[in-house]
């Protein structure tokens, strides 16, 4: 079956600054990538997706880029905000199901 | 209505008991999904139905028994669990269960098995 890897698992940047995080797959098959953001006590909320057709995707402060020779996809985060920290989740799909990766606590300090 | 709904939202029950999740979405999705999810971890699919029939059980114990009245709501039947089922479960949907479709997640109900 599909394998996520996720890194790193914590990341501490200062407001402003700007958040890299990085996942892998391992089934070619995956064709759908979405991150989630979930903050403590409350569900996954999806931030931004990529389907394996398109290389970059950009929404506002969020972009996410994916390289299928390499099976690895990345979330960038600008001008990170305190209200950004939370825990983010990659997933990679094929066909009907998500597999996650372990996810990444985000941390980010006025 | 672009949510997912959940009810409880916490739950404390004996290893005895018998008690049912339920989940229910009006955005005219035709699959919904079961997940658990344990502290600081991902969540784990359990289940997956797709215009109503059960299309996917990942190996969960039978003591979990999922139920799909109508394409609307979803429960999960619970007995005789034991202290490690204590988690978070969550409920999703999307549009028809196929490949490259975003799953909307509700805001779950916390289990605590004693």
């Known amino acids: 079956g599909e394998n996520v890897e996720q890194h790193p698992s914590t990341l501490s940047v200062q407001e402003g600054d700007s958040a890299v995080i990085k996942c892998t797959y391992s089934d070619s098959a995956s064709n759908y990538f979405p991150w989630y953001k979930q903050e403590l006590g409350k569900r996954p909320q999806l931030i931004i997706d990529i389907r394996s057709n398109v290389g970059e995707k950009k929404d506002q402060r969020i972009a996410v880029t994916l390289n299928k020779t390499a099976k690895h996809f990345s979330l960038h985060i600008t001008e990170t905000q305190p209200e950004d920290s939370a825990v983010y989740f990659c997933a990679a799909s094929v066909y009907s199901t998500l597999t996650f990766g372990k996810g990444t606590m985000l941390l980010v300090s006025p | 209505d672009t949510e997912v709904t959940q009810t409880p939202k916490h739950l404390v029950m004996g290893m005895t008991n018998k008690k049912s999740l339920k989940c229910e979405q009006h955005m005219g999705h035709r699959a919904m999904y079961w997940y658990k999810q344990k502290a600081k971890k991902p969540p784990e699919l359990m289940f997956v139905?797709?215009?109503?029939?059960?299309?996917i059980n990942e190996s969960v114990p039978s003591r979990f028994s999922p139920e799909c009245p109508n394409s609307s709501l979803l429960n999960l039947h619970l007995h005789a669990l034991q202290p490690e089922d204590s988690a978070l479960y969550l409920c999703?949907?999307?549009?028809?269960?196929?490949?490259?479709?975003?799953?909307?997640f509700g805001p779950g109900t916390r289990l605590l098995v004693l």
């Open positions: 139905y797709s215009y109503e029939k059960l299309s």
């Open positions: 999703a949907s999307s549009q028809g269960g196929g490949a490259r479709e975003t799953q909307y």
